[in-house]
């Protein structure tokens, strides 16, 4: 199976809108934050469109400490159209303090976006991220099919937020090969 660089994709948790790296107006990011309990594979269950994203299922992001401290970042999704997979790998580094859930990610040298984590479950079972702004926003599970009460979580926090979530896609993770 073909694997190709994902410049596309890769924009998953960095819009290129300049390099702002700070959360967006409202958004407080989660406290408290482990990353050791945040490493790991997580699902996107829902994500508002971006032509970056446009067509892909089976979207995934896993994330794992680098030895320089830095946090590596693998996205991956499949495209349908193409029948192949699309991954990227990038780079992430805190904002400010490792127990806040606010990071700049690059997959571009020397061009980095914000990943806010805004809401956290407890038990890291599900999370809402937004990136520079609300128009970048993000459901994840690190269950391809979230039981009824995580989904409902993730929409009332989105909802909290102040984002349209009508406007959200529900990603397809149907695929066993992820």
């Not at 994203?53 to 495209?79: K, M, P, W």
């Not at 809401?119 to 990136?131: C, E, H, Q």
Request: proline letters at 7%; one cysteine or more; aromatic letters at 12%.
């Amino acid at each position: 199976m073909l694997k190709k660089p994902l410049a596309l994709i890769a924009l998953i948790l960095l819009p290129l809108t300049g390099c702002d790296t700070a959360p967006p107006p409202g958004i407080a990011p989660a406290r408290g934050f482990q990353l050791e309990r945040y490493q790991g594979r997580w699902y996107e269950i829902a994500r508002l469109d971006h032509r970056f994203e446009r067509g892909l299922q089976a979207v995934s992001a896993d994330y794992s400490r680098n030895a320089d401290g830095s946090i590596r970042v693998v996205n991956r999704g499949f495209d349908k159209a193409t029948a192949s997979w699309r991954e990227a790998v990038g780079k992430a580094w805190f904002n400010g303090p490792a127990d806040v859930a606010s990071l700049k990610v690059s997959f571009f040298g020397p061009f980095y976006g914000g990943y806010h984590v805004a809401a956290l479950d407890p038990g890291y079972r599900w999370a809402v991220v937004v990136g520079p702004d609300k128009d970048y926003l993000w459901l994840l599970s690190r269950d391809k099919q979230p039981v009824p009460e995580a989904k409902s979580a993730l929409l009332a926090v989105a909802a909290k937020l102040d984002v349209a979530t009508e406007k959200l896609i529900w990603v397809s993770q149907d695929r066993d090969d992820n």
